[in-house]
């Protein structure tokens, strides 16, 4: 069955360095990966979404890669702010499978001021 | 900006009972659907929804749930009898229409169902 693995359960970065997040997958060839964010007792918000056929996409201080030869995704969060601490989720998608998404168990980043 | 509206915010049940779940998805969206996340877990596909009838639903979606657009705002999730096991916070999501666009979910707060 398919498995969506993202990286330790919980990131600790200094404000104003890099984090990046890692999502790997095993038996699913998605058409889309999203990730998304979620604070505690909320629900998830949309941050960026990337097809099989792209590399990379960006979003302001955001940035998505996708191998699809790997199976993974990093997600990259520049200039890190403590405002960024939050659990953050990968999710997979295919084409004409009434738009259901599979996620992965979420990274819970917090950033220190 | 549109959000998705779930009510109510915590249920509390007895085993056995029937609940429903309400939610009102973003007006101008066509696909509907619910997940759930038990506490500490990932969160889970339940059902998709699209032009009134179900798209996909998952194993955890059996005989005991059903979903509804009883009219043109809201979208149900109906939980006929109550288990343990069924305590969870349930998320209601909409998409708007577009190849690329119908993917990128919008999720309501949640109602967070207790049963005991």
């Known amino acids: 069955s398919q498995k969506i693995e993202q990286n330790s359960e919980a990131l600790n970065i200094q404000e104003g360095k890099t984090a990046t997040l890692t999502c790997n997958y095993t038996?699913?060839?998605?058409?889309?990966l999203q990730w998304y964010r979620q604070d505690p007792g909320r629900g998830p918000v949309f941050l960026l979404l990337?097809?099989?056929?792209?590399k990379e996409k960006r979003k302001e201080r955001l940035k998505v890669t996708f191998d699809t030869t790997l199976k993974q995704s990093l997600f990259h969060i520049t200039a890190s702010q403590p405002a960024d601490s939050a659990t953050y989720l990968c999710?997979?998608?295919?084409?004409?499978?009434?738009?259901?998404?599979?996620f992965g168990q979420g990274t819970e980043l917090s950033v220190k001021p | 900006e549109p959000e998705v509206t779930q009510t109510p915010s915590h249920q509390v049940t007895q085993m056995g009972q029937e609940v429903i779940l309400r939610c009102v998805p973003i007006?101008?969206?066509?696909?509907f659907y619910w997940y759930r996340q038990i506490l500490g877990q990932k969160v889970e596909f339940l059902v998709s929804?699209?032009?009134?009838?179900?798209?996909?639903k998952s194993e955890i979606f059996d005989d005991q749930f059903s979903v509804e657009r009883p009219d043109g705002s809201n979208f149900t999730l109906k939980i006929r009898s109550t288990k343990l096991e069924d305590s969870a916070m349930y998320f209601c999501?909409?998409?708007?229409?577009?190849?690329?666009?119908?993917?990128?979910?919008?999720f309501g707060a949640g109602t967070r169902l207790s049963v005991l």
């Open positions: 999501a909409s998409s708007p229409t577009g190849v690329v666009a119908k993917n990128i979910q919008y």
């Open positions: 038996n699913y060839s998605p058409a889309y």
């Open positions: 990337i097809r099989e056929n792209e």
């Open positions: 999710a997979l998608a295919r084409e004409n499978q009434g738009g259901k998404l599979i």
């Open positions: 007006s101008n969206h066509l696909y």
């Open positions: 929804f699209y032009n009134n009838e179900i798209s996909e």
